[in-house]
Nanobody, 124 residues
């Protein structure tokens, strides 16, 4: 299974971007798709996750109310709508797929499939 992330770019603070993550196939049932990000000099951090079955979502506190994760099961695709972007949102955004327990979706080590990353740069 391969994940292809896209949609990054340069945007001014307060603007919006939508990231997409397409999976070449659904590797197993109960898939969770998630977005993580890594800023220069920082560790990778959890952003948001969604269960493909049922659509349950989970967000990092830093993006609640500004970002929205969604999915299109027919296309094996997850989206991350990012609004009211801030300079601190600047990072490489990675999509991931796996089957973590719902209470552990923020743990990157529980995801077995990763996309190549897409750069989001927010200028202030």
């Amino acid at each position: 299974v391969q994940l292809q992330a896209s949609g990054g770019g340069l945007v001014q603070a307060g603007g919006s971007l939508r990231l997409s993550c397409v999976a070449s196939a659904r590797p197993f049932s109960n898939v969770v798709m998630a977005w993580f990000r890594q800023a220069p000099g920082k560790e990778r951090e959890f952003v948001a996750a969604i269960k493909l079955q049922g659509g349950h979502t989970n967000y990092a506190d830093s993006v609640k109310g500004r970002f929205a994760i969604s999915r299109d099961n027919a296309k094996n695709t997850a989206y991350l709508q990012m609004n009211i972007l801030k300079s601190e949102d600047t990072a490489v955004y990675y999509c991931a797929a796996g089957r973590p327990a719902w209470g552990s979706v923020a743990l990157s080590r529980l995801y077995g499939y990763w996309g190549q990353g897409t750069l989001v740069t927010v200028s202030s």
